[in-house]
């Protein structure tokens, strides 16, 4: 009776489906950028600040993500593409001149918190991507950009909105 389960049997099956795996490649085009609806114009965030924001955050915040040489290998390129996916489509600086002014508030409350809870950027993204670890200093600067931003309209509870709507009628 013949082995199926030899070491050489998986092994040259794992490459197999891995070689497979290569013919399904993930979608690297990108949406045109319109400068007019991006977070560091609108905001006319400072030049150092916005090349910190843009090195840091636009590659899975933006219409315009980097896709280094490692994204032509799956399935790590899937799981780089759902983290892409994933974070544009919770924030998406390229998009910010769509954004209403109380969901443009809460994202900028949203990013401070990531930023001192340290959950931004993600530590996996920081593993090869180690020019975007910032320092505490900018980091500092970006929560501070970001809470100079906010108009505090998203912390108001929805009776006071209604509120103030009826008297500006």
């Known amino acids: 009776m013949k082995k199926r ?3 050489k049997n998986i092994t040259v099956s794992l490459l197999a489906l891995l070689l497979l795996f290569q013919f399904f490649r993930i979608d690297k085009s990108t949406k045109e950028l319109n400068p007019e609806k991006d977070f560091t114009t609108l905001t006319k965030m400072p030049p150092e600040l916005a090349s910190v924001l843009k090195n840091t955050c636009y590659d899975c915040h933006s219409n315009q993500p980097r896709y280094p040489w490692y994204t032509n290998v799956a399935p790590l390129s899937w799981w780089i593409k759902h983290h892409i996916n994933e974070g544009s489509e919770h924030l998406n600086f390229s998009e910010w001149g769509n954004y209403s002014s109380k969901k443009a508030d809460h994202k900028l409350k949203e990013c401070g918190e990531e930023l001192e809870e340290n ?47 009826k008297e500006k009628d």
Do not use: C, G, V
């Open 5 to 7: 389960f030899t070491l």
């Open 119 to 165: 959950e931004m950027p993600l530590s996996s993204y920081l593993i090869i991507h180690t020019d975007a670890k910032l320092s505490a200093s900018q980091k500092t600067e970006l929560m501070n950009w970001f809470s100079s931003m906010r108009t505090h309209e998203s912390d108001k509870p929805k009776e006071e909105k209604e509120n103030e709507e």
